[in-house]
Every structure is written in structure tokens, then in C-alpha cells.
């Protein structure tokens, strides 16, 4: 459910870094890699925020006040891209 409602708001608001940086942790969480490195992609090089400060933990969980949940799963794929 709360997939399909993510999917829902990024093809509402395709300009949002927030919700496919979201997408992209939620993804790889759930071992949907190639979705996952898809939307990380998108918002990395087609939005103009880009996703530069989606890289810094402190700032997702202070600024951005994601749930830990959420910041951890970003963290475990930005960790897993950075190592491939």
C-alpha cells in the first residue's frame, strides 16, 4: 500500500528529489535493485536539486525528518552504489 501511494505522488510531483530518493531506498529494500538504481538515477540527473544532499544522513533524518526506518534503507543502498 504505502508503495503504490510513492509511485502515486512521484507521477504527481515528477520534480520531487524527496520522494525518489524515498522510492529508491524503499526499492532496494525490498531487492527491487534495478527499480531502485532507476528513480535513484532519475532524480540524481534529471531534477535539478538533484540528489546530492540525499547523501548525507545527518540532513534526511534532521532536515528532511525522514523516520530512521527510511534513512537506514536510503543508507543501505547509497552505501551498496557506492560500492559497485
Excluded at 530512521?68 to 543508507?75: A, C, D, Q, R, V
Aim: with cysteine; proline share 4%; aromatic share 10%.
Amino acid at each position: 500500500q504505502a508503495l503504490r501511494e510513492m509511485v502515486a505522488i512521484s507521477r504527481r510531483g515528477p520534480g520531487s528529489v524527496d520522494i525518489r530518493a524515498a522510492l529508491a531506498a524503499l526499492y532496494w529494500h525490498q531487492g527491487q535493485d534495478s527499480d531502485a538504481r532507476q528513480v535513484w538515477q532519475y532524480a540524481c540527473e534529471r531534477i535539478n536539486a538533484g540528489c546530492g544532499k540525499y547523501l548525507d544522513k545527518d540532513w534526511v533524518g534532521r532536515i528532511r525528518r525522514w523516520p530512521p526506518i527510511m534513512t537506514g534503507y536510503l543508507n543501505d543502498f547509497i552505501a551498496a552504489q557506492t560500492l559497485s
